[in-house]
Structures are given as structure tokens and as C-alpha cells.
């Protein structure tokens, strides 16, 4: 924990080396890197683009893996590469969705959707923990301290209603209505069954082609 602040204060200290509190309020933020460090801020850069890249495109497939294995989307994203072990489907299809969504729409707007849609996924999630901080009998693979679930979940509340208050958008109300339509789709698709027919016949192409199985748990 003393790291932390410490690291910010040589971090501040970095700043004012470089730059005056003048040009500090009227520079971006990378203006001190790009000054002091030169070609390594650029490589820099790249690591950060990269790790990034990789932690959101291996995470956000999980999370579409993880759906798939509970019966929640199509059967086929929640399976495995027969070689390399890894969900190759939802992997695809979280590329693909991205890839539209870059394209048709302005990406400056896709990201501020995408993160009050990610806030907002997140609050309801944390005010699960606390719901099962009042049900203390229900089973759980993990126990987080009330007092962090508290404060995520102010936190999530303020970064989802400020953008709102400050900004109001036709997007944010989209948003909604996209949740909303899930309700819909479960009950529809997973609650009642009604799938149509050549899914499994699509299913089982798209295996043979992609060469990937379901996922089992190790016997040992």
C-alpha cells in the first residue's frame, strides 16, 4: 500500500520537473512523457496499446464463453480450440461485434457508450455481493468486504448517472432499451426453449470448420 502513494508523488515530482504548472493545465496528457522519455515513451505506448488490447479481447470473450456454457447464448461459444485451448468462437465473436460497431459508428461515441454500458453491468453486479451480505446463507465461492462493495457501488452510481446529468444523450437511452430486449431474448430463447431448428445443423458446421469442442473438466 505505501507504494502506491509514494509512486504518485514521484509521478507528480516527474511532472513539475518537465513542465511548468502553466503548461501542465494547457498540455495533454502524455505532454511530459513525449519530452523526457523520447523514443521510449512511444515503445511505451505500445506496450500499454498492447496489453490493453489483449486483457480486454481475452476478458470480454470470457465473459461471452461463460454465457454460452450457462445456456444463455448459442451453444457454440462455449467451446474450446481442440489445440490451442482457447474459446475461439467467442474470441471471433467479440471481434466481429467490435469491428461493426468501430465502423458503422463514430468511435469517440462508441467508447462513451460502451462505458456507461460497462458502469452500469458493473453496479448491478456489485449490489449482488451486497444482496448476498443480507442473505448470509446463501451458498458463495468468495467472500469482498462490504465496505469495498459499498464504495464500488457509489462509484458505479456516479459514473453512471453523471454523464447523464452533465450530458443527456439519445444513447443513453438506447442503451436501456438493449438491456431491456435481453429480457426479452432469455425468456424467448432460454426460459421457454424456442429455438429454431437448424441451429444445431449450423452448430455443427461451425464446429467442424473452426475445430473446436466443449470444454470438460479435468477427471483428476
Known sequence: ???????????????????????????????????????????????????????????????????????????LLSMVHVHRLTPAPAMMFTTAVALVLIILGNFSTTVNCLSFLIWLTNGITISCLLYLWIKRNLPRTYKVPTVISAIMLFASLYLVLAPIIDHPQTEFLYIFLFLLSGFLVYFLFVYFRCQPKYLQMTTLHLQLLLEVVLATENAD
Open 1 to 75: 500500500m505505501q507504494a502506491v502513494p509514494l509512486q504518485a508523488v514521484c509521478s507528480n515530482h516527474f511532472y513539475l520537473l518537465m513542465l511548468s504548472p502553466t503548461d501542465i493545465l494547457s498540455s495533454n496528457a502524455v505532454e511530459p512523457g513525449s519530452r523526457g522519455l523520447g523514443l521510449a515513451d512511444a515503445l511505451g505506448s505500445c506496450a500499454v496499446d498492447i496489453r490493453a488490447v489483449n486483457g480486454i479481447f481475452f476478458s470480454g470473450s470470457r465473459v461471452c464463453y461463460v454465457a454460452a456454457r450457462e445456456g444463455h447464448v448459442p451453444q
